[in-house]
């Protein structure tokens, strides 16, 4: 059960400005199903330049809902240059503080508001800044340098606290601990190998490549043979012929040769699994 | 507030009849079974006769069974034994759907060399037989597969699987923590080589667990120390929860009837009455092979931890395979090795019942959850109305 305080139940249970503007200034849409939360935040801006009005919707666990109540109330009254300033850790002060592993749904209100305020200064949206660090939840280095920098952070748990990325299949916790040294001046920014793209059917293509050119031959020198029977995501399905589908080191040559070369060649995320009959 | 307490795959309720059979043995029988006088000795008959109530609840022999400290324990010392009696083999084969207390051993165990197989579900939750017999080798050291789901309920084929595995002379462990005392179970009627139990799962209290032991086969000890459990598990014996287990063995053993009957027609109508007043409401699993008591079930388009805090406000427990409540980023891994999309897998609720639960419960329930989810999809961006579409 989580510790969240009073303010965040009461934000929680009695929201305020739910809803949508029809007609708003500004507004700005974060998160998505796949990922466990979202936000829609609407503004409305009076005479004076001044948000009037604010409203959210908001799909999510109690301290994305609180987060999002908590903002609309900091933001009602504010100019768009004052509400530029919010940053997430006020969202959660108001909010008498947050769990540690709840951080990022205040950096999801930070994040909304940003949108909102884009959008209604007319700049076009902007495209994804930078790289996708976190697959799994869409992170980009940018957004994760900014959380480590603005919010001090120090390991990659912190990171995944605040902004989700690592939190899923942890491919990406090497290119997040670079992210965190070089904020910390650590190390140097390192050159970033750029690990190129492929499409399933250029996976699949290298994948068949690199069995032919590179595995079958050494392993025919043994005796042995090796034939691709599917690949499904990351997961590469091989059927060990020959001396191999005997030799009780079988499992070893899989995981220590075959493995590690289709990984150098072709991704590092792949998985080889043996299919047997 | 007493609590509407829909949460029994997580603990249940001590019996009263349990926690009167264990007071003595704090302040009145506290003897260590294992000294040679009398006052302690006779403590440690009365450990026997709960072995053979628990073993009577399985069909199995008194000396089959060993005390462990939890279910995670039996699970742990059932795998490690088959391994190191089976130096030889480097595989393991389990199911995607496992406990985490079968999981992240398993994970573990194959960053240390262990091959392991994860045999998929289908959407039902269902375990892939055909993968499972296509991925036996003779490298296989031992097969671990639940015998009944904790978040959905659904039970494997135990019997066909024990029959595959036997005919390959596999060593077959399944963690039966959740299946024990709600349906019946004979591992005479199969070779199922180990089983593990977990005693808060019935009524028994928490720290205390057991392994069966089928007789033959090959074991070494997890807990390495005295000669407790005829050297199977060392550590002075839990005395107190261990007579609550063996009581609680025969609480379970009267009121199984009920357990499937009565308990199951509660959860049958709870399940029914909120799918039909609730727009967007789905049932995980296998509803045809499935423990009575359990039922877990998505509401689109929202998300678990808020259902959980709101019913929590009129004292209903459940639990949810969302990912908020648990701390981690991703939704169950049983809904999401079910291919259950994320519209639903984050507004999965898990209600389970126990024989302690009643009529007016349920239908409290289903009085105060429909509000909760029309109230929470009014905040939903991605809802649209009972026509089931999202942006």
Same mark, same amino acid.
């Given at each position: 059960?989580?510790?969240?305080?009073?303010?965040?139940?009461?934000?929680?249970?009695?929201?305020?400005?739910?809803?949508?503007?029809?007609?708003?200034?500004?507004?700005?849409?974060?998160?998505?199903?796949?990922?466990?939360?979202?936000?829609?935040?609407?503004?409305?801006?009076?005479?004076?330049?001044?948000?009037?009005?604010?409203?959210?919707?908001?799909?999510?666990?109690?301290?994305?809902?609180?987060?999002?109540?908590?903002?609309?109330?900091?933001?009602?009254?504010?100019?768009?240059?004052?509400?530029?300033?919010?940053?997430?850790?006020?969202?959660? %002060?108001?909010?008498?503080?947050?769990?540690?592993?709840?951080?990022?749904?205040?950096?999801?209100?930070?994040?909304?508001?940003?949108?909102?305020?884009?959008?209604?200064?007319?700049?076009?949206?902007?495209?994804?800044?930078?790289?996708?660090?976190?697959?799994?939840?869409?992170?980009?280095?940018?957004?994760?340098?900014?959380?480590?920098?603005?919010?001090?952070?120090?390991?990659?748990?912190?990171?995944? %606290?605040?902004?989700?990325?690592?939190?899923?299949?942890?491919?990406?916790?090497?290119?997040?601990?670079?992210?965190?040294?070089?904020?910390?001046?650590?190390?140097?920014?390192?050159?970033?190998? #750029?690990?190129?793209?492929?499409?399933?059917?250029?996976?699949? #293509?290298?994948?068949?490549?690199?069995?032919?050119?590179?595995?079958?031959?050494?392993?025919?020198?043994?005796?042995?043979?090796?034939?691709?029977?599917?690949?499904?995501?990351?997961?590469?399905?091989?059927?060990?012929?020959?001396?191999?589908?005997?030799?009780?080191?079988?499992?070893?040559?899989?995981?220590?040769?075959?493995?590690?070369?289709?990984?150098?060649?072709?991704?590092?995320?792949?998985?080889?699994?043996?299919?047997?009959? | 507030?007493?609590?509407?307490?829909?949460?029994?795959?997580?603990?249940?309720?001590?019996?009263?009849?349990?926690?009167?059979?264990?007071?003595?043995?704090?302040?009145?029988?506290?003897?260590?079974?294992?000294?040679?006088?009398?006052?302690?000795?006779?403590?440690?008959?009365?450990?026997?006769?709960?072995?053979?109530?628990?073993?009577?609840?399985?069909?199995? $022999?008194?000396?089959?069974?060993?005390?462990? $400290?939890?279910?995670?324990?039996?699970?742990?010392?059932?795998?490690?034994?088959?391994?190191?009696?089976?130096?030889?083999?480097? +595989?393991?084969?389990?199911?995607?759907?496992?406990?985490?207390?079968?999981?992240?051993?398993?994970?573990?165990?194959?960053?240390?060399?262990?091959?392991?197989?994860?045999?998929?579900?289908?959407?039902?939750?269902?375990?892939?037989?055909?993968?499972?017999?296509?991925?036996?080798?003779?490298?296989?050291?031992?097969?671990?597969?639940?015998?009944?789901?904790?978040?959905?309920?659904?039970?494997?084929?135990?019997?066909?699987?024990?029959?595959?595995?036997?005919?390959?002379?596999?060593?077959?462990?399944?963690?039966?923590? @959740?299946?024990?005392?709600?349906?019946?179970?004979?591992?005479?009627?199969?070779?199922?080589?180990?089983?593990?139990?977990?005693?808060?799962?019935? +009524?028994?209290?928490?720290?205390?667990?057991?392994?069966?032991?089928?007789?033959?086969?090959?074991?070494?000890?997890?807990?390495?120390?005295?000669?407790?459990?005829?050297?199977?598990?060392?550590?002075?014996?839990?005395?107190?929860? /261990?007579?609550?287990?063996?009581?609680?063995?025969?609480?379970?053993?009267?009121?199984?009837?009920?357990?499937?009957?009565?308990?199951?027609?509660?959860?049958?109508?709870?399940?029914?009455?909120?799918? @039909?007043?609730?727009?967007?409401?789905?049932?995980?699993?296998?509803?045809?092979?499935?423990?009575?008591?359990?039922?877990?079930?998505?509401?689109?388009?929202?998300?678990?931890?808020?259902?959980?805090?709101?019913?929590?406000?009129?004292?209903?427990?459940?639990?949810?395979?969302?990912?908020?409540?648990?701390?981690?980023?991703?939704?169950? +891994?049983?809904?999401?090795?079910?291919?259950?999309?994320?519209?639903?897998?984050?507004?999965? /609720?898990?209600?389970?019942? $126990?024989?302690?639960?009643?009529?007016?419960?349920?239908?409290? /329930?289903?009085?105060?959850?429909?509000? /909760?989810?029309?109230?929470?999809?009014?905040?939903?961006?991605?809802?649209?109305?009972?026509?089931?579409?999202?942006?």
């Amino acid at each position: 059960m989580w510790e969240y305080t009073d303010k965040v139940k009461d934000h929680f249970l009695n929201p305020r400005n739910v809803g949508e503007i029809e007609n708003a200034d500004g507004v700005g849409e974060v998160g998505s199903l796949a990922c466990g939360d979202a936000l829609t935040l609407y503004f409305k801006l009076d005479d004076q330049q001044r948000i009037k009005e604010a409203k959210f919707k908001t799909f999510g666990c109690a301290s994305a809902i609180a987060s999002s109540s908590a903002l609309t109330e900091m933001l009602i009254g504010k100019t768009l240059e004052e509400a530029e300033t919010i940053t997430n850790e006020n969202i959660a %002060d108001y909010l008498g503080g947050l769990p540690r592993e709840k951080m990022h749904c205040s950096v999801m209100g930070r994040d909304a508001l940003e949108k909102a305020i884009t959008c209604y200064r007319g700049s076009a949206e902007k495209k994804i800044e930078g790289e996708i660090v976190c697959e799994c939840f869409g992170v980009t280095d940018i957004q994760i340098e900014r959380a480590v920098r603005e919010n001090h952070l120090t390991t990659i748990e912190q990171v995944t %606290d605040y902004v989700k990325a690592g939190g899923g299949c942890g491919n990406c916790h090497e290119k997040i601990q670079e992210i965190i040294n070089t904020v910390l001046g650590k190390e140097e920014a390192p050159a970033r190998k #750029k690990s190129p793209v492929l499409t399933n059917l250029q996976k699949i #293509k290298l994948i068949e490549q690199t069995l032919e050119r590179e595995i079958k031959p050494a392993l025919n020198k043994d005796g042995g043979d090796i034939e691709l029977i599917d690949v499904s995501g990351n997961v590469v399905q091989v059927r060990l012929r020959g001396t191999c589908a005997t030799c009780k080191k079988s499992q070893i040559t899989l995981k220590n040769y075959v493995e590690a070369k289709l990984r150098e060649l072709v991704t590092p995320e792949l998985m080889v699994e043996e299919v047997t009959l | 507030m007493n609590p509407l307490y829909f949460d029994n795959n997580a603990t249940t309720r001590v019996a009263p009849e349990v926690v009167e059979a264990m007071l003595p043995y704090f302040t009145e029988y506290y003897g260590n079974p294992s000294s040679m006088h009398t006052f302690g000795g006779t403590v440690g008959r009365q450990i026997n006769e709960a072995r053979a109530k628990l073993a009577d609840l399985l069909g199995a $022999s008194p000396e089959e069974i060993v005390f462990t $400290s939890c279910g995670t324990e039996s699970d742990s010392t059932a795998i490690m034994a088959a391994l190191r009696s089976n130096p030889d083999k480097k +595989h393991i084969i389990t199911s995607r759907v496992e406990h985490p207390a079968i999981k992240n051993l398993c994970e573990y165990l194959a960053k240390t060399g262990y091959r392991v197989t994860f045999v998929p579900v289908d959407a039902k939750g269902r375990l892939d037989m055909d993968y499972l017999t296509h991925n036996l080798t003779d490298d296989t050291a031992i097969a671990s597969f639940m015998w009944a789901n904790n978040e959905t309920g659904v039970i494997f084929p135990v019997d066909e699987i024990a029959g595959i595995l036997s005919e390959r002379d596999i060593i077959f462990h399944t963690d039966a923590v @959740q299946a024990v005392g709600k349906v019946p179970i004979d591992v005479k009627k199969n070779r199922i080589d180990m089983l593990s139990l977990s005693g808060h799962k019935l +009524h028994a209290p928490k720290g205390i667990g057991a392994l069966y032991v089928r007789k033959g086969t090959k074991f070494s000890p997890f807990l390495i120390g005295g000669h407790q459990e005829k050297g199977r598990r060392g550590g002075t014996e839990n005395v107190a929860s /261990i007579i609550g287990l063996g009581r609680a063995s025969d609480f379970v053993a009267a009121h199984m009837t009920e357990e499937n009957t009565r308990v199951k027609s509660l959860r049958d109508k709870l399940e029914t009455r909120l799918v @039909q007043k609730i727009p967007n409401a789905l049932v995980n699993g296998d509803t045809d092979n499935r423990l009575p008591n359990t039922s877990s079930i998505a509401f689109e388009f929202v998300e678990g931890e808020s259902i959980l805090l709101m019913m929590n406000e009129f004292g209903i427990c459940a639990s949810s395979g969302s990912a908020c409540t648990s701390g981690s980023l991703e939704p169950s +891994h049983v809904l999401r090795a079910m291919g259950v999309p994320f519209t639903a897998a984050h507004g999965t /609720i898990r209600f389970s019942l $126990s024989i302690y639960n009643t009529e007016p419960e349920i239908d409290l /329930i289903v009085e105060k959850l429909p509000p /909760i989810i029309e109230r929470l999809r009014a905040m939903s961006p991605f809802w649209k109305g009972s026509c089931g579409c999202a942006t």
